[in-house]
């Protein structure tokens, strides 16, 4: 109804999951990252729980574009079923072949085991993926269990995650799920946006829908999160309800009255009235004439002080309007730089920012190139590509291919040459430009691709246990990255395993003590100095 108004091409606060607008916040990113985590290492179960609204579908709906092709997904919508009803839907899902008449627990099992064998001898990995986790009953958990048995001598056959509510930790901390809870390698508790992220969360989806300007200013936007603790399904249907209040007042943008209206229409009356007992009445009024006085006498500070202590009160109180200090709009866009107008998903955006990304590394890429990895490769570097926030490439200290949303939702490609406190250096296909921290992080999902230089032997994983050169370097490496309590081993021991842990911990990463290809990235960044760096600017 308010889209022409505002300038909108669509709804920017539908509640559907269209992925176009999905916005990734540093605790979205870092809950993806343990399930990628999850499924990429041999476990048996991941956990991920949190509030209602929070956003695990978005992380879900994230994880299913993140695997790879060679792995096939079983989503189960509905959890509370029976053990037999649950093997069915898995069956279902998965395209197993099962007797309808023949319907037991010990032929589906059987036939999902066939199946997973198959699927294992052609290279492929099985995910089952139960929404609502907490429904589950302990019969259907514990026969969940027993799936992640099925196995061969070299890993298992099949990757559960769990996605719930806070109940589900309760209701697996039950004595009788002692052995679910053990299987249980990667977990994650989604907690809502922070202060800090409501504004570009609110300016990511707007942007979206084909709109750059402030409709929600800073001020509106602090009250938004005190009234939806963060969480992203709430600030969406009060948004929603404020720009049409805004609409219908012809309002250019939304102001705390209107949000306020919006969110007691959106929560109840609860929201922003309360109630005194019948013998408390006249208490209250009392209250509210000497208000209205002190109102008279005083500075309006002091009378808003006071009517924020009666709506305290039991008492309904309507409240107050705002005093709205309107800013000129032009002061506005000054003290934000713009996105540039030129940046978009017009033309082979990636093989651009392959080109400005390699000259970082003083490497030109052949012309025609279609594979700059494999020439990476050549020179002793690799690709690699995750999923991360700034603070990660932060840590990482060197220029990354980022994929960035155009107002139309495509994907495009940009290189991330510096980062420098609320700025940052970008290389589009149009040429090089410097943009804010907030206008990036409204457009950018988390996705990047860098380089990095294997250790000597090339490898990408270091396991336990290993011997020879590649350990003597991994200990050596260690020492200069900090950990001094490491000496020179040739084995991947129990002591190498410890340094390495260490290393992981103080780099903020999964401390399980292999070292992989982000320890190694990680690594690679603290120890050699002829390394680009994001924080020394760059050329585009």
């Not at 200013?217 to 938004?224: C, F, K, T």
């Not at 404020?242 to 009356?269: D, I």
């Not at 006249?282 to 006071?306: F, G, H, K, N, R």
């Amino acid at each position: 109804m308010y889209n022409n108004y505002f300038g909108l091409t669509e709804e920017p606060f539908s509640i559907a999951a269209n992925p176009r607008f999905l916005y990734m916040s540093t605790r979205h990113r870092e809950a993806l990252a343990h399930l990628l985590y999850g499924i990429r290492s041999d476990s048996g179960f991941v956990l991920l729980s949190g509030e209602v609204g929070t956003g695990k579908t978005t992380v879900c709906r994230c994880l299913l574009e993140q695997l790879p092709e060679d792995t096939e997904v079983a989503y189960i919508l509905n959890p509370k079923v029976s053990v037999i009803e649950m093997l069915s839907s898995i069956c279902d899902e998965l395209h197993i072949s099962y007797s309808k008449q023949d319907c037991s627990v010990k032929t589906l099992v059987d036939a999902i085991n066939q199946h997973l064998l198959l699927r294992h001898a052609d290279g492929r990995k099985t995910v089952v993926i139960i929404d609502e986790a907490q429904n589950l009953s302990l019969d259907v958990l514990e026969q969940l269990r027993l799936l992640t048995n099925l196995e061969t001598n070299e890993r298992k056959l099949m990757r559960i995650i769990l996605l719930g509510q806070p109940e589900l930790e309760t209701l697996l901390a039950q004595p009788e799920l002692k052995q679910v809870q053990q299987r249980i390698t990667a977990r994650y508790h989604l907690l809502p946006l922070l202060r800090s992220e409501i504004a570009t969360y609110v300016s990511h989806r707007l942007a979206v829908a084909g709109q750059q300007k402030m409709i929600f200013p800073p001020r509106v936007l602090s009250r938004l999160y005190d009234k939806t603790d963060g969480i992203p399904r709430l600030i969406n249907v009060i948004c929603d309800r404020a720009m049409l209040g805004a609409y219908v007042k012809s309002q250019p943008k939304v102001n705390g009255s209107t949000l306020n209206k919006a969110a007691r229409e959106v929560l109840g009356r609860s929201a922003t009235r309360r109630w005194l007992s019948p013998g408390a009445i006249m208490a209250s009024l009392l209250l509210i004439s000497v208000a209205t006085t002190a109102a008279l006498l005083y500075d309006p500070e002091q009378s808003m002080e006071i009517t924020t202590m009666l709506q305290q009160e039991s008492v309904e109180v309507e409240p107050v309007p705002e005093a709205v200090v309107e800013v000129p709009a032009d002061t506005l866009e000054n003290e934000i730089i713009a996105w540039p107008e030129q940046a978009s998903a017009k033309g082979n955006t990636l093989a651009i920012a392959q080109l400005a990304q390699f000259k970082q590394w003083n490497i030109a890429l052949a012309s025609g190139n279609t594979d700059p990895c494999k020439q990476a490769a050549s020179q002793g570097l690799r690709c690699y590509s995750g999923v991360g926030n700034l603070g990660s490439l932060a840590s990482f200290d060197r220029p990354v291919i980022l994929t960035l949303l155009d107002a139309d939702g495509r994907k495009y490609r940009a290189t991330l040459l510096a980062l420098d406190n609320d700025l940052a250096t970008l290389a589009f296909a149009h040429g090089t430009e410097i943009v804010s921290v907030q206008e990036l992080e409204a457009r950018w999902q988390g996705q990047y691709q860098l380089l990095w230089r294997t250790p000597p032997n090339g490898h990408s994983v270091i396991n336990p246990g290993s011997s020879g050169e590649g350990i003597t370097w991994l200990t050596r490496s260690l020492f200069a990255a900090g950990v001094s309590t490491i000496k020179i081993h040739t084995t991947y021991n129990d002591k190498v395993i410890d340094a390495v842990r260490k290393f992981q911990r103080d780099s903020g990463l999964v401390a399980d003590g292999i070292a992989g290809r982000q320890t190694l990235i990680q690594l690679n960044s603290s120890t050699d100095d002829s390394i680009p760096r994001l924080s020394k600017r760059g050329e585009g």
